[in-house]
């Protein structure tokens, strides 16, 4: 009789033990973009989508290219980015299960409030690029494989220019995230590609301000992918399936739609209705 009270006392502590490990398993990884963090978009809805399921998201934040490539490693459960046709490229790979819009903003040109490039107030990037390419204006690049950066990239070469090729001295490539890159334009009098949500929430904004926006080709477009269990089969695909539903549910885009900083709405939803 001792030892079988032994036994049980034994097996109600593992148990006991267990239940920690087991509650803490409840969560995801996530890879995203800095903007998604920086913007401190995370921070609003993540909240209230463990609120409803009890699921922790823990966010890695990383530039859209490095975040796919942590999805590719099965070193993350979920990726949410925006660059479209990375993501694409990688459903198509066999890395992603399916791709869904999430939501929309835009990027802005950021710059100097002297305007040494002379383009604050224009709606023509191309226009605006090509001017700070031909006044050799200093121009932060974020030279960091984020969704951003392939944004600025292809500006660049629609332009029909390409200086990071050429790397003349005013292009400054810095390997960093977008509030790097925007105090780094801060401190060097730089213009710098931005999306809106991160600098709408940057707050050392110094001498800096919105030289250019409003044009279509600055859309901005986010999107969100399950690993593919089929090559990393430890992902968790009915959490991270789980987060998905929710983030393009009405619930979460009316969460990310409510997400605002001094009255301005920093993302626009745009997912396909689920029914």
């Known amino acids: 009789m001792r030892i079988s009270r032994v036994l049980l006392g034994l097996i109600a502590g593992a148990l006991l033990s267990w239940a920690p490990a ?122 960091d494989r984020s969704g951003t950066h392939a944004a600025e990239l292809a500006l660049w070469k629609a332009a029909g220019l390409d200086p990071a090729a050429a790397k003349p001295a005013w292009y400054r490539e810095i390997g960093q995230g977008m509030g790097a890159a925007l105090n780094t334009a801060g401190a060097m009098g730089a213009y710098v590609l931005s999306d809106r949500g991160t600098w709408l929430s940057f707050k050392n904004r110094g001498d800096l301000e919105i030289a250019v926006e409003g044009d279509k080709r600055l859309f901005n477009q986010y999107g969100i992918i399950l690993v593919n269990p089929a090559k990393h089969p430890h992902v968790k695909k009915e959490l991270g399936q789980q987060f998905i539903d929710w983030v393009i549910s009405r619930e979460g885009q009316d969460a990310i739609k409510s997400y605002t900083i001094n009255g301005q709405q920093l993302f626009f939803p745009n997912a396909a209705p689920t029914g």
């Open 22 to 143: 087991l509650a803490q398993e409840k969560s995801i990884v996530v890879a995203s973009t800095t903007s998604t963090q920086d913007s401190g978009l995370f921070g609003h809805i993540l909240p209230m989508f463990k609120a409803k399921t009890g699921i922790d998201v823990k966010v890695v934040a990383q530039g859209t290219g490095q975040a796919l490539d942590t999805g590719k490693r099965g070193d993350a459960d979920v990726v949410f980015v925006h660059a479209k046709p990375q993501e694409e490229k990688f459903v198509a790979e066999g890395y992603g299960v399916k791709r869904f819009d999430v939501m929309y903003n835009d990027f802005v040109v950021i710059g100097p409030k002297s305007d040494p490039a002379k383009i604050k107030g224009g709606k023509d990037v191309m226009a605006a690029f090509k001017a700070i390419y031909d006044t050799g204006s200093t121009f932060v690049s974020r030279g």
